[in-house]
């Protein structure tokens, strides 16, 4: 079993955290400096796990919907699951919003490793409801979005603690860092409505 490595998570906590603290910002803070989105980022083949369904663009699971997207894998320790716990609780707080208005993408990291089968168990374990999607695709592009978001790291394990907040549409996307609550995500998800 892979897991997030204590070292690092604690090291990209440290890095977020000395990073909030010269920009004056805490750390699970909005900041859409950092995210300039090209639209051909979103042109990527992605599978959702639970439904099977192959998707020709990351756009066509987005839609017109505000979206929360993070990176994660199955095999994840620490950071995966525990944010996917506070997107289990945002999407209790959004209610009907979720899948006609909300959409969380949840894109793993481990494309080969992260079976639909383990998705849909992931997905199980953290109550996802609709509207909330676990997707894999090719591991070069799922390299190339987390470069587009600014969020790669060649080993997965150290990969940063962020979920990105936006639409399809912008250019801008917001980040939070870190484990923000669930009260910040939605708040800042229903900005993007």
Not at 17 to 30: D, E, K, M, W, Y
Not at 54 to 60: C, G, T, V
Not at 132 to 154: C, H, S, Y
Request: hydrophobic share 40%.
């Amino acid at each position: 079993m892979t897991r997030c490595s204590r070292r690092s998570f604690v090291a990209g906590s440290l890095a977020v955290t000395t990073a909030g603290l010269l920009s004056g910002l805490p750390l699970s803070a909005g900041d859409t400096r950092a995210a300039r989105l090209p639209a051909r980022l979103f042109e990527m083949t992605l599978t959702e796990a639970r439904t099977r369904k192959r998707m020709k663009l990351l756009r066509d699971a987005m839609g017109d919907r505000a979206v929360a997207l993070n990176f994660m894998f199955t095999g994840c320790s620490s950071v995966c699951p525990m944010q996917s716990l506070l997107l289990s609780r945002t999407q209790k707080l959004l209610g009907a919003k979720m899948g006609r208005e909300v959409v969380f993408l949840s894109i793993s990291l481990s494309p080969i490793g992260d079976t639909p089968q383990k998705l849909t168990a992931y997905a199980k374990a953290h109550d996802a409801g609709p509207g909330w999607l676990f997707l894999a695709g090719d591991f070069i592009e799922t390299n190339r979005l987390q470069k587009g978001f600014d969020a790669f790291e060649p080993n997965r394990n150290n990969h940063p603690p962020v979920i990105l907040v936006g639409r399809a549409n912008s250019a801008k996307w917001t980040r939070l860092y870190g484990m923000p609550k669930p009260e910040r995500i939605a708040s800042e998800l229903n900005a993007w409505l």
